[in-house]
C-alpha cells in the first residue's frame, strides 16, 4: 500500500511519499509562512490533521506547540497512528470495525470524565477552615510519618573563587541578625543558590541534593544541629541547621498543610461523585432524543 502524505502551505498542496521529509519541511513551513486560520498540516490517504488539532492534541499529550523539534515528533506519531488505522482496514475490515466500535466506548468514557469534572469543579465548596486541617491532621496522623529528616536551615553555595568567602565563612554561623544581614548582601552578590528559612520545614535531602555528602554521617550532622562547609572542585557549601524534626516521627502540622487540603478536597470529590453521578447522568439524558429498539 502507498501511503501519500499532504501539506497544505498557502492554498497549494504538497504530496510526498517520504513521511520524514514532510514533516521537515512542515516543520520549516509552519513556523515562517502559514496563511490561514486553520491550515492542513498533514495527511494520510485522505485523514487530515488541521492546525488547530494538532495544537489541541499536543498540549493534551504534554508537547512543546513552541518547539520545532516536538512538531516534528507529534506529526510522525499522528501519522503512524493513522497508517496503522488503514493498515488494519486493509488487512481486517471486521477488527477495523471491532476497533472503531471500542473507541466510541472509550470516547464516552471520556466525556464522561470531563463532564463529571465540570460537574465537580462547579458544586465543590474549596473553603477549609483552620480547624478542619488540624482536626482532619489529628484523626490521620499516621499517614504523615517522615521518610526523611525535616529542617530548617540556612545553605549558601557560592563558586571557590569567589571574592567573599572568607565573609560567608564567618557570617553563615548567624550569631546574631548583623550576621543575616551580611549572608543576605552577599548571597545576592557572589551566591549560585541560596536558602533561608527559619520558619517553615524542608525536606534535608531536597535541600543538601548538590552538596557531596556520601562520606559524611547524615544523622549526625542533622541530629548536631552542625555548622559547617563543605568542598568540590568548584564550589563551597555553607550549611547551618537550626533545627530539625526526626525521620520516623509525625511532623509539625504546618509541614503537611497544603497536602492536607488536597486530601480535604479530594476527599470532597469523591463524595460529590458518589452522591451525584446517577442524578447529573439521568439529567444530562433528558436533554436527548434516545431510542432503544429491543
Not at 468514557?109 to 488540624?134: N, R, V, W
Not at 552542625?226 to 537550626?242: A, E, G, P, R, W
Amino acid at each position: 500500500m502507498i501511503l501519500f502524505f499532504t501539506l497544505l502551505v498557502n492554498n497549494i498542496i504538497y504530496n510526498f511519499k517520504q513521511a520524514g521529509f514532510v514533516v521537515s519541511l512542515f516543520c520549516l513551513l509552519l513556523f515562517t509562512n502559514c496563511s490561514g486560520d486553520n491550515p492542513i498540516v498533514a495527511s494520510v490517504d485522505g485523514n487530515e490533521l488541521t492546525k488547530g488539532d494538532a495544537v489541541l492534541m499536543m498540549n493534551h499529550l504534554g508537547y512543546s506547540t513552541k518547539n520545532p523539534k516536538e512538531w516534528k515528533r507529534f506529526v510522525e506519531f499522528w501519522c503512524d497512528q493513522q497508517v496503522l488505522k488503514e493498515e488494519l482496514i486493509e488487512a481486517n475490515e471486521n477488527k477495523a470495525r471491532l476497533v472503531e466500535l471500542r473507541s466510541q466506548v472509550f470516547v464516552g468514557d471520556l466525556s464522561k470524565f470531563y463532564l463529571e469534572e465540570k460537574f465537580i469543579l462547579d458544586k465543590i465548596d474549596t473553603a477549609i477552615s483552620q480547624k478542619e486541617l488540624k482536626e482532619y491532621y489529628e484523626s490521620n496522623k499516621e499517614a504523615f510519618v517522615l521518610q526523611d529528616y525535616i529542617v530548617k536551615a540556612l545553605y549558601i553555595k557560592v563558586p571557590k573563587d569567589a571574592k567573599a568567602i572568607d565573609k560567608f565563612k564567618k557570617y553563615f554561623l548567624l550569631k546574631n541578625d548583623k550576621d543575616l544581614a551580611q549572608v543576605n548582601s552577599n548571597a545576592k552578590l557572589y551566591a549560585d543558590d541560596y536558602y533561608f528559612n527559619d520558619e517553615n520545614w524542608i525536606y534535608f535531602s531536597e535541600l543538601t541534593k548538590e552538596i557531596p555528602l556520601k562520606n559524611y554521617n547524615i544523622d549526625n550532622i542533622v541530629l548536631n544541629r552542625t555548622k559547617t562547609y563543605f568542598n568540590d572542585d568548584q564550589y563551597v557549601y555553607f550549611l547551618n541547621i537550626i533545627d530539625f524534626n526526626l525521620k520516623d516521627e509525625t511532623p509539625p502540622f504546618d509541614f503537611f498543610k497544603g497536602q492536607l487540603k488536597e486530601m480535604i478536597l479530594a476527599k470532597r470529590m469523591n463524595k460529590l461523585r458518589e452522591d451525584n453521578e446517577s442524578k447529573w447522568i439521568q439529567e444530562i439524558k433528558k436533554k436527548h432524543e434516545i431510542k432503544i429498539n429491543i
